[in-house]
């Protein structure tokens, strides 16, 4: 399901009325959403940032997306799924995910976020 018409135009207007507004903007999508629709969610993310606003999906993991839809996006940042950033320290597989989206986000100027870091191991390995 695309998102409507109307609020491109809409969009569009509050641009036009609030100069500067818009790079004050984030928009905030989930990672599933973004999935079910990969080529709408793109012309949205390639709209938003031609009004210089930024595009953050959310819940990142791989069983939503993969990190070359993620470069084919183009978003402003990634925050990755609450569950990879607790045990991360421990966990091979999550370690080798995260690595692979910090040279993803490297590569691509894309911040990459991550939350529910309890420990300090696990810090230092985000970090």
Not at 51 to 60: C, E, N, P, S, T
């Amino acid at each position: 399901m695309s998102p409507p018409a109307e609020l491109g135009v809409y969009l569009l207007a509050i641009n036009e009325k609030n100069k500067g507004l818009a790079a004050q903007m984030i928009f905030s999508i989930s990672s599933y959403a973004v999935a079910k629709e990969v080529d709408v969610y793109k012309e949205f993310i390639e709209f938003i940032h031609s009004l210089g606003a930024q595009v953050m999906i959310k819940r990142f993991e791989t069983q939503s997306m993969s990190p070359e839809v993620a470069k084919e996006l183009n978003p402003d940042y990634i925050r990755l799924a609450r569950d990879l950033g607790n045990g991360v320290a421990n966990e091979e597989g999550k370690q080798i995910f995260i690595e692979a989206m910090q040279g993803v986000g490297e590569l691509l100027d894309i911040s990459i976020l991550a939350e529910n870091v309890e420990s300090d191991q696990d810090y230092e390995f985000i970090n």
